[in-house]
C-alpha cells in the first residue's frame, strides 16, 4: 500500500448519480432545483453577466438528459455523471456547489 505524505489537492469535481421515476419531467428537476436560490446566486457571485435563471434551466435540462440517457428497472431510471469547478459551464459550477437533493420524484447524490 502507498501512502501519500507530500501535498495533496481538493478534486474540482464530484460524481453524481441522480434517481427518479419514470415520470420524472424536466420541469420537476427545475422546480426542486429553483428552491436553491440562494445557492445558485452565490455560486454565480463574480461571474459577470451570469444569468441565475438560465443557468437554472441549464441545470435541470443536463440532469433532465442524464436521467434519461440512464439505465431504468421496474419504473425507476438512474443515471450519473460528473460536475466540476474548473469548466467553462456555470451551471455545472452550481451543480458541483450543491448539497445533495432528495424529493419524492427524485434524488440527486454527490460523492467526492
Do not use: W
Not at 469535481?13 to 419514470?22: A, K, L, M, N, R
Not at 453577466?49 to 434519461?68: C, I, N, T
Not at 469548466?87 to 467526492?112: I, M, P, R, W
Amino acid at each position: 500500500m502507498k501512502i501519500r505524505t507530500g501535498f495533496v489537492s481538493n478534486s474540482s469535481s464530484s460524481s453524481f448519480v441522480i434517481i427518479g421515476t419514470t415520470g420524472v419531467t424536466e420541469e420537476d428537476i427545475r422546480k426542486e432545483l429553483s428552491r436553491y436560490d440562494e445557492e445558485l446566486k452565490d455560486a454565480l457571485d463574480g461571474f459577470e453577466g451570469a444569468d441565475p435563471e438560465k443557468e437554472l434551466d441549464k441545470a435541470a435540462h443536463y440532469l433532465f438528459r442524464v436521467l434519461q440517457d440512464g439505465a431504468e428497472l421496474k419504473g425507476i431510471r438512474a443515471g450519473g455523471g460528473t460536475v466540476g469547478s474548473e469548466g467553462d459551464d456555470l451551471f455545472e459550477y452550481f451543480l458541483y456547489t450543491l448539497d445533495d437533493v432528495e424529493t419524492a420524484k427524485f434524488k440527486f447524490v454527490k460523492s467526492g
